[in-house]
């Protein structure tokens, strides 16, 4: 779907890619209409997707929300890590080498995990400077305020509530 001009295979085949990856409930099944209404979607495909869509709390990002899955939502992150350990264990690794090969590498994704959110907390620092509720915030408060509220607001900002008709609970 990804190959030739066609801008709407294009579109198609960016939907079905970031359908695992959607936050919001009502974004998936958006997605999950136009992709149901789509010419290039074989009835082979159909069939498959449709199965797919059965089971989409067990892939689904937003449908995932509810459980504990250590924020992975695929098996390709697994299989990533198992290459990971591969490249330092064998079958003739000691116990003890398994258990400071995982802890020195979960340290190591521990800590680039720590700079990314780092990078992320400057670009939202720049974002929630231009909220006018930070500005209203800044005119009335003293700085040490200001701060304490960013962080509370930039939670609040980016939160979608949606009914769930299952058993009547809001999730946010």
Not at 36 to 59: A, D, G, N, P
Not at 101 to 114: D, I, P
Not at 116 to 121: A, L, P, S, V
């Amino acid at each position: 779907m990804n190959r030739g001009n066609n801008p709407e295979k294009k579109k198609l085949y960016k939907l079905l890619v970031n359908l695992p990856f959607v936050e919001y409930r009502s974004d998936y099944e958006a997605d999950w209409k136009l992709i149901q209404e789509s010419e290039f979607v074989s009835e082979e495909l159909s069939t498959f997707l449709e199965y797919r869509h059965q089971i989409r709390e067990k892939w689904v990002k937003c449908f995932m929300k509810q459980y504990f899955t250590c924020g992975t939502c695929t098996s390709s992150r697994i299989e990533s890590k198992h290459r990971v350990y591969k490249t330092y264990l064998n079958g003739n690794s000691r116990l003890c080498e398994v258990f400071q090969t995982f802890k020195e590498l979960e340290e190591n994704a521990v800590s680039n995990y720590a700079d990314e959110i780092e990078k992320i907390n400057k670009s939202q620092e720049d974002e929630l400077r231009k909220h006018v509720l930070i500005k209203e915030i800044e005119n009335r408060y003293s700085y040490y305020v200001v701060q304490k509220m960013k962080t509370i607001l930039l939670e609040s900002i980016h939160y979608s509530v949606e009914e769930t008709k299952q058993n009547q609970q809001w999730l946010i």
